[in-house]
């Protein structure tokens, strides 16, 4: 009886070391994926900001060709 007994506690510890590192295993792929998020989250704002530097440059240029468009049409006019 007293075999079995100590066969049982050691299970019962593996079992226990088993969990313990399968928790720590997973702690660590948290803290990795969370990590990686973070750094797509970082990487997403500077292409958000870069995408927004570039529609201020193409609004700009939309409106120099706009203004380039009407005074193209004034020069037609005084052409005819």
Do not use: C, P, W
Request: glycine share 4%; no cysteine; proline share 0%.
């Amino acid at each position: 009886m007293n075999k079995r007994r100590v066969a049982i506690d050691e299970l019962t510890t593996m079992v226990a070391n088993g969990f313990h590192a399968v928790q720590e295993e997973m702690q660590d792929g948290f803290r990795a994926l969370t990590s990686r998020v973070d750094g797509i989250e970082t990487e997403l704002k500077d292409h958000g900001a870069r995408l927004d530097r570039i529609e201020r440059k193409l609004d700009s240029t939309i409106e120099r060709v706009d203004d380039y468009s009407v005074r193209l049409k004034r020069v037609e006019k005084t052409k005819r």
